[in-house]
């Protein structure tokens, strides 16, 4: 599919903190559905932590919709990287951190790398109001997680 809803979504912002402050707030994923606009819970679904191929399990809501996503941590480069494949999407949610000046630059994405998946392509018009409202509504709630998550580092 290609598209609006299929494009990358990205946001970006400044914190003033080191990588090494920002990286042990973000991979604190217990803490995520408090920046995060529409997920809920996200629950890792094995022992061991915080690693490359562990499996949470997403709880997402948007207005009356509640639907649970499963996702595979993909990539785990410390103070750097962290992404997490949603196979039910087919969305990969990335996580890009670099040093600037006295703090830290945070980049996320939301690539489709292999294109959104029939059960998206299907339920987000039955069930989010679209495909391509929901995705400008993703990458607005994205610019509303780093900024809450700036605020969760910086301390405010």
């Known amino acids: ?8 979504l990205r946001a970006e912002t400044t914190i003033d903190a080191p990588p090494s ?3 042990a707030t973000l991979t604190d994923l217990r803490r995520m559905p408090a920046w995060s606009p529409e997920l809920v819970a996200m629950v890792p679904l ?7 191929g562990q499996q949470y399990l997403g709880l997402n809501r948007r207005k009356a919709a509640i639907w649970p996503t499963r996702s595979v941590v993909a ?12 196979r039910s999407s087919g969305a990969r949610w990335i996580y890009e951190l670099s040093p600037e000046g006295f703090g830290t630059r945070v980049v ?17 018009p039955l069930f989010l ?6 995705a400008d509504e993703l990458e607005q709630g994205m610019a509303q997680t780093l900024h809450r998550l700036r605020a969760a580092v910086e301390g405010r």
Do not use: C, K, N, Y
């Open 108 to 124: 996320q994405r939301r690539p489709v790398p292999e294109g959104l998946t029939l059960l998206t392509r299907a339920f987000a």
């Open 129 to 134: 109001g679209g495909s391509d409202d929901h």
């Open 46 to 52: 094995g022992r061991g932590g915080l690693r490359v």
């Open 1 to 8: 599919m290609s598209g609006a809803a299929a494009r990358e």
């Open 75 to 86: 990539i785990l480069e410390p103070e750097r990287a962290l992404a997490w494949d949603t």
């Open 21 to 23: 402050q920002v990286w």
